[in-house]
């Protein structure tokens, strides 16, 4: 049941000083632990015919999943859609820019009514509607909105830097009274309450190291004061919460971005990577530490960077939570999977001409050639928009032992549409090959990465030899891949 949060000992948080804003309850007090064996979370949704729900989430490994929601063919209501998850979570729900977070436990059953106009887009209600609803009623208050980062003024506007970190004090504390005043009469859950403690100043310090990730802010020129006062979060132990890295993907980039504050002076140099890992390794304990060191891992592996195997090794040695070293193990095992894996050989194809075959019969016919994959689909604007870049690279390279695999996940019965987009878009040239993949197949599920739903485009890259390179293949329109293309095809079986 829904039983009020008792106010802590602190009181409400002071604005003025940083070691108050920290020194909490909620920063002392286990959030939640654990839930075992795993439970799950419920959502019942409706809207109008014409209206569509989007909602979303990130698991403890920073990873961005998609909630889909289907009509059933023949009632046309929603059906209910059930997530597991050993944690809490943080589910956001959007239309368009609007967003409605909501902050879930293991067991809840959430029910979603959207609107496609109006003031407000998506009421929720169960056993904690209040709850649920919270930050809804908080941003009509006009005290902004907890989707994004408060900090997106400070990334396009860098030149009012003082004006901006003032609001974004008066924010953190307007919100924390709102918090303190609305508690009691909302029924808040305990659990709910530090959490959300917690993301209020989570989302402040995030703002604050928004020059620490927004590649177009000169971060050198910030002033002394403003870095005293990012080191003064770290010196009155904030980043010293384990309780929060699991249930808190506000708190988990704030890891990260911190850790590049600290090695502010390595920042692209040659010296980035090690400083980075170093200092993380250093400066961070615990499970605050395993995760910075997991996810400077994970994105050195996925950027491909020469170092990523050593990193990796280190990272075996010096993490104490298994879940990480297993996820970055399947990482580095994953895109042998594409090229061996039985049920992903066997999944049928169709081609232009109508005839069955297989991915396995594709990389046969294929071998000693550089594959460039694109899993496609002709509804789809972006995978349209990169091809006229493709063409280029075509053209180019004509003659070399290079071939574009275009594998579209377009439905059967829009195969004439499919085919005649080909010839419309001049995609039916030498070096090309088409066919079609049903988007619920195996090989479609793997390249793309989805347990549910789909996202597209995707690209793979697969060498003279028949390894694949990547799973995360540049983009034709980013000129980092014509350098990448040409490396390959310089190299000898």
């Not at 929720?124 to 809804?136: D, Q």
């Not at 996810?295 to 040695?317: D, G, H, T």
Request: include cysteine; hydrophobic fraction near 35%.
């Amino acid at each position: 049941s829904c039983k009020p949060a008792r106010t802590p000992q602190t009181g409400i948080l002071p604005r003025d000083t940083v070691s108050a804003v920290v020194n909490t309850e909620a920063s002392k007090t286990p959030i939640d632990p654990p839930h075992s064996p795993p439970t799950t979370m419920t959502f019942l949704a409706e809207s109008a015919p014409n209206d569509h729900l989007f909602a979303y989430y990130e698991d403890q490994f920073q990873d961005t999943y998609d909630l889909f929601f289907r009509r059933d063919s023949s009632s046309q209501q929603y059906r209910p859609v059930v997530i597991k998850s050993r944690y809490p979570l943080w589910i956001r729900f959007a239309k368009g820019m609007a967003q409605y977070p909501v902050y879930l436990q293991p067991g809840d059953t959430l029910r979603v009514k959207s609107y496609a106009t109006g003031a407000t887009n998506y009421v929720f209600t169960g056993k904690c509607p209040k709850e649920y609803n919270f930050y809804t009623r908080m941003h009509q208050q006009r005290m902004g909105n907890l989707g994004f980062s408060d900090i997106m003024g400070l990334e396009i506007d860098s030149f009012r830097l003082y004006r901006r970190t003032k609001m974004y004090h008066y924010l953190l504390g307007e919100r924390q009274n709102f918090l303190e005043q609305q508690k009691d009469s909302l029924n808040i859950r305990p659990a709910f309450y530090r959490f959300f403690q917690a993301e209020l100043t989570t989302q402040s310090i995030s703002g604050l190291l928004a020059p620490y990730y927004a590649d177009h802010f000169k971060h050198e020129q910030l002033p002394e004061r403003y870095l005293d006062t990012l080191a003064s979060f770290g010196q009155a132990g904030w980043f010293r919460q384990d309780s929060l890295v699991n249930i808190s993907p506000a708190y988990r980039r704030t890891i990260w971005h911190y850790n590049r504050f600290l090695s502010r002076r390595a920042l692209r140099t040659p010296q980035e990577l090690e400083t980075l890992y170093a200092d993380a390794r250093a400066y961070y304990t615990g499970q605050v530490r395993d995760f910075a060191l997991f996810y400077l891992v994970r994105n050195s592996l996925r950027e491909q960077l020469p170092a990523a195997p050593e990193y990796l090794a280190r990272f075996r040695k010096d993490c104490t939570y298994p879940p990480y070293v297993h996820y970055l193990d399947s990482i580095t095992s994953r895109p042998a999977q594409l090229v061996q894996q039985e049920d992903l050989l066997n999944t049928l194809l169709e081609t232009e001409q109508g005839k069955t075959t297989t991915w396995q019969q594709i990389l046969d016919n294929n071998k000693g050639k550089v594959l460039y994959v694109d899993l496609w689909a002709t509804w789809c604007g972006p995978c349209l928009e990169e091809m006229p870049f493709a063409q280029k690279h075509q053209i180019a390279l004509r003659g070399k032992d290079l071939v574009f695999i275009n594998l579209s996940i377009d439905k059967p019965q829009d195969k004439a549409k499919w085919k005649k987009l080909i010839v419309q878009k001049g995609l039916n040239q030498g070096g090309q090959q088409h066919y079609l993949l049903a988007q619920d197949s195996p090989l479609a599920r793997f390249i793309h990465g989805r347990v549910e739903g789909v996202v597209v485009p995707q690209y793979v890259l697969i060498n003279q030899s028949g390894g694949v390179v990547t799973l995360q293949a540049k983009r034709p329109s980013d000129p980092e891949l014509w350098p990448e293309l040409l490396k390959l095809l310089s190299q000898k079986n």
